[in-house]
């Protein structure tokens, strides 16, 4: 249920289906005029690179990825969230590139994260960010859409969103699983966001928590200990 599959099929989209047998119909380039917007910026804010795909997608060069982190680089007044499911690619290319962490301090406004809905997920792409965090980068996991119980268990990451499904044929989320999640995270010493709780929120005996807001992102409808929203530091 991706948001970027289904504006594939609008006006913006090329209509070609968003899925991974398809990619060799499609013409993928680094466009240098959208790479180069973040130098033309001197108000910092908050920057979400490739957020319609993963950065480290494979068919995505390393050169290009060298070019997109050298901008980062280069802008340190922004804060940039970059957000993979490849996160042995990611730790393999950051660390290997800048020499086991030593370079850390270079990318202070990087937070390098990893999404997962479930416990195999978390279980498979935490290992190699854990590393990250140890290394000394910035670090965060997007527990968005949250399908499933998760413990973090031995790994770790600074910052951590929590959310719900939304949109047209949205999943349930259990609170349960969410207040399980952000007590785990408080106990543990991550920074926990809890954005929404989805279209579908219900409880572990699948009774729906009535919402008015279609994404269930209005704190003032949730339970009270699940008002919580820290911003990364």
Not at 51 to 71: N, Y
Not at 142 to 147: G, I, K, Q, T, V
Not at 158 to 167: F, H, K, N, P, T
Request: net charge neutral; charged share 25%.
């Amino acid at each position: 249920n991706c948001y970027a599959e289904r504006l594939q099929g609008w006006p913006i989209g090329s209509g070609t289906r968003y899925a991974a047998q398809d990619r060799d119909l499609v013409e993928i380039f680094l466009d240098e005029q959208v790479l180069e917007q973040p130098l033309r910026k001197k108000r910092g804010r908050d920057i979400f690179p490739c957020s319609m795909t993963d950065l480290f997608l494979d068919q995505h060069p390393d050169e290009w990825l060298g070019k997109i982190f050298d901008v980062m680089y280069r802008t340190q007044q922004h804060r940039y969230l970059v957000l993979t499911k490849r996160a042995e690619r990611m730790r393999d290319f950051i660390v290997g590139r800048h020499g086991a962490g030593n370079n850390a301090f270079a990318f202070e406004n990087v937070w390098f994260g990893i999404s997962a809905e479930n416990q195999e997920e978390w279980d498979a792409r935490a290992p190699y960010v854990d590393e990250m965090t140890r290394l000394g980068f910035n670090t965060w996991a997007s527990f968005e859409p949250l399908l499933g119980e998760v413990n973090c268990r031995l790994w770790r990451v600074q910052w951590a969103v929590i959310g719900g499904e939304s949109g047209a044929g949205a999943r349930p989320t259990v609170i349960g699983h969410v207040r399980q999640l952000l007590r785990h995270l408080q106990y543990i010493g991550v920074r926990p966001f809890v954005k929404q709780l989805g279209t579908h929120p219900v409880n572990r005996e699948g009774v729906a928590h009535s919402l008015k807001a279609k994404k269930g992102g209005d704190m003032a409808e949730w339970p009270e200990d699940l008002r919580v929203r820290m911003e990364p530091t």
